[in-house]
């Protein structure tokens, strides 16, 4: 974690060291450790230090080369030295003796603008080459570190690790990105270049910009293959090489020369991030992991700490504890927004600022995390729809069965969500014989009246067109809509095209047919990037580094490659990661079917503790959410929520989308 910035003027003038001093002043929380800039004729380069590996304590950036030609900036933290060092050339500096920097500068002056291909880790940076008269930037494989620029043709280009430090500057407008807030409010974050400002971009993962006084060069550099499927001898083989490579992931990411810690929720992916990383640790002499972990007194139901403690039992361990049921989701929403740039946040967001909170006041600069174990394992949930799509339907209700009982969830949902859909599709495109198969073979296994599921299925798809056929009004009214949240404002919705974003946003999450390709949907999704730069600014807010080996290259390819059985297997979801743990994680905890639902928290910190924020907000606030938000819809939603009845989960959404999104408003508004 460090912060780094800098400028490019595209016509004759000179790059301004004041503007240079000026971003690198709103940074000052992301590098405590040291602050430098180089500014010279048309570029400057600037850089916030924090110190986390043992290298990092020799680093100095920006860095310059011995011609003086090649300028770089960078946060960076890169896996793969020993293979770099191999073919790098350092004549006889030893690898403990070079800073990861000093990797990326001579990975470009041998690759050139091909380096990041051969990078591993976490990073973004910028190199000025001064020969060229050009400037190259890139970002890692997933998107962990940030980069966000500003692009002005034939005046200037401008880059950051934080928005903030690019508005700090008065050439850059503040227009507000109205298509970015509509999205939200719609529940959709696909793209992954825009932000909530109309003239600050991201780079996307993995991806490269080249930029020259005559424009952009942007590129991507990697993807992930959708269609390769690896094959192994057994489930044994295939165990053991996901555990060689999550070893791996986690390894990699120990290297620091500060203690450090692990946020230990007890659920299966920051379980094994923790039980890995303290059997790694175990032969270091004098080095405990810290383990980071919320509990919950007064909200029972959401307390994990019998998991929690299964972990801790192995020993090697020095725990802290953050009681969570003591904070809302807006008790800490004036802090978090001097450091947090766009106002998009989930009801979650609380939990990792405080945590991170405690990190800090334990001394610990490093911090581990289970994100986003979920999608780059792959619950394989998908799997059932691929059995139904290939007429195995006594597979499929073998595998609903036990994922119900695994799950604990009627096996009843698990056929409506996964075999339903193609029996209403079959019976639609009049496919009889596959119909009939699969109506015989559930009612066998679960009892489900035939004749239910023959009307359901064979006719109503049959009668449905003729009914539209003869209202001809009502299917001409409804054409060519889409369906978005009654939440957003109709005349704003048409302003912003939003029923284009959401088809073009639907068509990308229906188009999977497969488990592989549903898994690749989800890595590929925009909101996983988001996330990581959210969570990335939350760890800066406390000059932490936090670290994520779920996000891990390698790791990712494996997991995609690997047949649909590897994920989804005997009901239980994941059974790739549960099978390569073996022994490393408790048996409660590799067997555990769910996680605790936090929404009881949530109501109660938002209800209880942040009651008074609550109504004040719905009370005299609301003139900001106006040109966006239906408020008619939104009262209404509050009023259930606040009455003591039951709410659905679309009122505490709708509730908490444009409660956050006015806060923020009214900070934007206010600078």
Not at 107 to 129: R, S
Not at 444 to 463: H, W
């Amino acid at each position: 974690m460090s912060g780094l910035v800098g400028i490019v003027s595209l016509n004759h003038h000179a790059a301004r060291s004041t503007d240079v001093a000026t971003m690198l002043d709103t940074l000052a929380h992301r590098g405590p450790n040291g602050v430098n800039s180089w500014v010279q004729g048309r570029a400057g380069l600037g850089h916030r230090m924090l110190w986390t590996t043992p290298e990092s304590l020799l680093e100095v950036l920006p860095l310059v080369d011995h011609a003086g030609e090649l300028v770089l900036t960078a946060d960076a933290r890169i896996d793969n030295r020993e293979a770099l060092f191999e073919e790098l050339e350092f004549g006889d500096r030893p690898l403990e003796k070079i800073p990861d920097s000093d990797f990326i500068l001579a990975a470009y002056q041998k690759w050139g603008t091909a380096c990041p291909e051969h990078l591993l880790g976490a990073f973004a940076f910028a190199i000025w080459d001064a020969s060229k008269h050009s400037l190259f930037c890139a970002r890692d494989h997933l998107g962990v570190k940030p980069f966000y620029y500003y692009h002005q043709p034939d005046q200037a280009f401008v880059f950051a690790s934080e928005i903030k430090a690019i508005l700090a500057l008065p050439q850059v407008p503040r227009h507000l990105n109205e298509g970015k807030l509509g999205e939200y409010l719609a529940l959709m974050m696909h793209d992954r270049t825009l932000t909530s400002y109309c003239d600050v971009l991201r780079l996307p993962p993995a991806h490269s910009l080249l930029v020259v006084p005559s424009g952009l060069k942007l590129w991507s550099y990697w993807s992930l293959d959708p269609d390769y499927e690896l094959k192994l001898d057994s489930d044994e083989a295939y165990a053991e090489a996901f555990r060689e490579l999550f070893t791996e992931a986690v390894r990699c990411r120990l290297r620091s020369a500060f203690p450090l810690g692990s946020h230990l929720s007890g659920g299966l992916d920051s379980s094994s991030v923790t039980c890995v990383a303290r059997q790694l640790m175990a032969n270091i002499p004098d080095t405990y992991l810290h383990t980071f972990s919320n509990i919950f007194d007064e909200v029972a139901e959401c307390d994990e700490r019998p998991y929690i403690n299964t972990v801790l039992d192995q020993g090697g361990l020095i725990p802290h504890y953050v009681h969570a049921d003591q904070f809302g989701p807006l008790s800490d929403t004036a802090e978090i927004w001097q450091y947090e740039d766009e106002g998009l946040l989930g009801p979650s967001h609380s939990y990792p600022w405080h945590l991170n909170r405690a990190t800090q006041q334990a001394g610990v600069r490093i911090v581990l995390d289970g994100l986003d174990g979920d999608t780059t394992v792959s619950h394989g949930f998908f799997r059932l729809t691929e059995l139904a799509r290939q007429r195995d339907w006594l597979t499929f209700c073998r595998e609903a069965d036990r994922l119900a009982k695994n799950f604990n969830c009627p096996p009843q949902l698990v056929l409506r969500r996964y075999g339903y859909p193609i029996l209403r599709e079959w019976g639609r495109t009049l496919k009889w014989a596959s119909l009939a198969q699969a109506i015989r073979v559930i009612y066998q296994q679960f009892g489900i009246s035939r004749k239910r599921m023959v009307i359901e299925f064979g006719l109503k798809p049959l009668i449905s067109p003729l009914t539209r056929l003869f209202r001809p009004n009502t299917a001409q009214a409804t054409l060519g809509k889409v369906a978005y949240p009654s939440l957003v404002k109709q005349s704003f919705a048409k302003r912003i095209n939003l029923d284009c974003r959401v088809q073009t946003g639907n068509q990308i999450a229906s188009a999977s047919s497969t488990v592989r390709e549903d898994h690749w949907q989800s890595l590929t999704h925009g909101i996983l990037p988001f996330v990581l730069e959210q969570l990335d600014r939350c760890a800066a807010a406390f000059s932490l580094e936090m670290r994520h080996p779920f996000m891990d290259k390698r790791l990712i390819e494996f997991c995609l490659a690997l047949p649909a059985e590897q994920k989804l297997n005997q009901g239980w979801s994941r059974m790739i990661l549960r099978r390569g743990l073996a022994g490393i994680l408790p048996e409660a905890v590799q067997w555990r079917g769910g996680k605790a639902d936090m929404t009881t928290n949530f109501l109660h910190g938002l209800l209880v503790r942040d009651r008074q924020k609550l109504d004040d907000v719905m009370l005299h606030h609301l003139e900001l959410l106006e040109p966006y938000v239906n408020l008619d819809i939104l009262k209404a939603a509050y009023r259930r929520l606040t009455s003591g009845r039951k709410a659905s989960k679309d009122d505490k959404l709708v509730v908490w989308r444009a409660v956050i999104l006015a806060l923020w408003l009214q900070r934007h508004s206010t600078n």
